[in-house]
């Protein structure tokens, strides 16, 4: 696949040496450190990186303007986000708050497929972390995950035996990868894994991270059945490293309003494709008003 020209700009930006006039090299380090921050929150008040940087308010819109002329990121109305690209995926911060209501359906019809007293398999995205509000009503279960935050919303649930990945902890997705992560993994077996990913391209799951794509396919492996939870905007980006195809899913869950030509693209697969109906939310929010 070719390289997205973006993400080149943003490697090589963040990989520039320091040049040898001090100020110049001030400049440079502390726009890395922007590009960082805001790769971190996804989304800064411009405002916000003055106080954190100490510099003036020109000095930012300077420096931010150089970035965004460059493709790294975006501005608008006071604010500079960052746009996730094939090579790096965005913080799990920024990721939650984006398409929420469509992972909220998805997760409530992945919740579905769950029986008492099995032992799961749950990834750290955020599309699989909104499945923790409905897993009490399921328990007992033993769920495995490497995701802290999936940790601390399930540390205090009945009934639920959590058994929590160790290995090398990363800060952007909150969650812990790498070989010890997937040695634990290869010593246990479960009966689903659910999982989320960043695209889909030619008819197969993609993310940013070689690690990512490696902790979680050991997770697919040590599974009796996979679910992949998907809304619709992940057909519309590209990431750079290959997990599976969708033929090798169980099942794979969208969200209505997945184009339909999509989906007949999906059924002439032979992929189990199931639509989530966003108009769930809205009559559970109708009937708790």
């Given at each position: 696949?070719?390289?997205?020209?973006?993400d080149?700009s943003l490697g090589?930006?963040m990989?520039?040496?320091?040049?040898?006039d001090?100020?110049?090299a001030?400049?440079?380090a502390?726009?890395q450190?922007?590009?960082?921050?805001?790769?971190?929150?996804?989304?800064?008040?411009?405002?916000?990186?003055?106080?954190?940087?100490?510099i003036?308010?020109?000095?930012a819109?300077?420096?931010?303007?150089?970035?965004?002329?460059r493709?790294l990121?975006h501005?608008?109305?006071g604010?500079?986000s960052?746009?996730p690209?094939?090579?790096v995926?965005?913080?799990d911060i920024?990721?939650?708050?984006?398409?929420?209501e469509?992972?909220?359906?998805?997760?409530?019809?992945a919740?579905g497929?769950?029986?008492?007293?099995q032992?799961?398999?749950l990834?750290d995205?955020?599309?699989?972390?909104q499945?923790?509000?409905?897993?009490?009503a399921?328990?007992?279960?033993?769920?495995?995950?490497?995701?802290?935050?999936?940790m601390?919303?399930?540390?205090n649930?009945?009934d639920?035996?959590?058994?929590?990945?160790?290995?090398?902890?990363?800060?952007?997705c909150?969650?812990f990868?790498?070989r010890?992560t997937?040695?634990?993994?290869a010593?246990?077996?479960a009966?689903?894994?659910?999982?989320?990913?960043?695209?889909?391209?030619?008819?197969t799951?993609?993310?940013q991270s070689?690690e990512?794509?490696e902790?979680?396919r050991?997770?697919?492996e040590?599974?009796?059945k996979?679910?992949?939870?998907?809304d619709?905007?992940?057909?519309?980006r590209?990431?750079?490293?290959s997990?599976?195809?969708l033929?090798e899913?169980d099942?794979?869950?969208v969200n209505?309003?997945?184009?339909?030509?999509i989906?007949?693209r999906?059924?002439?697969?032979?992929?189990?494709v199931v639509?989530?109906p966003?108009k769930?939310l809205a009559v559970?929010?109708?009937?708790?008003?």
């Amino acid at each position: 696949m070719a390289q997205n020209p973006q993400d080149n700009s943003l490697g090589v930006f963040m990989a520039e040496t320091l040049p040898s006039d001090s100020r110049q090299a001030r400049q440079l380090a502390r726009r890395q450190l922007i590009a960082e921050a805001v790769m971190a929150a996804g989304a800064i008040r411009i405002e916000e990186l003055t106080e954190r940087f100490g510099i003036s308010l020109m000095t930012a819109h300077r420096d931010i303007d150089e970035m965004v002329e460059r493709g790294l990121l975006h501005k608008s109305r006071g604010v500079v986000s960052a746009t996730p690209t094939s090579l790096v995926e965005s913080s799990d911060i920024y990721r939650a708050t984006r398409q929420l209501e469509e992972k909220q359906a998805i997760a409530e019809v992945a919740a579905g497929y769950l029986e008492t007293g099995q032992a799961i398999f749950l990834d750290d995205s955020t599309t699989v972390l909104q499945m923790a509000r409905f897993l009490p009503a399921k328990a007992p279960l033993t769920v495995i995950t490497n995701s802290l935050t999936l940790m601390s919303e399930l540390k205090n649930v009945r009934d639920i035996t959590l058994l929590g990945l160790g290995g090398q902890f990363h800060n952007w997705c909150n969650a812990f990868m790498g070989r010890m992560t997937r040695k634990e993994i290869a010593s246990l077996r479960a009966d689903m894994f659910f999982v989320s990913m960043s695209a889909i391209t030619d008819d197969t799951v993609f993310h940013q991270s070689a690690e990512t794509v490696e902790t979680k396919r050991a997770m697919f492996e040590s599974s009796q059945k996979r679910v992949l939870m998907m809304d619709n905007t992940k057909f519309e980006r590209r990431a750079l490293h290959s997990f599976a195809h969708l033929s090798e899913f169980d099942v794979v869950i969208v969200n209505q309003g997945t184009p339909v030509p999509i989906l007949h693209r999906l059924q002439d697969l032979g992929v189990n494709v199931v639509i989530a109906p966003l108009k769930m939310l809205a009559v559970r929010k109708t009937a708790e008003d």
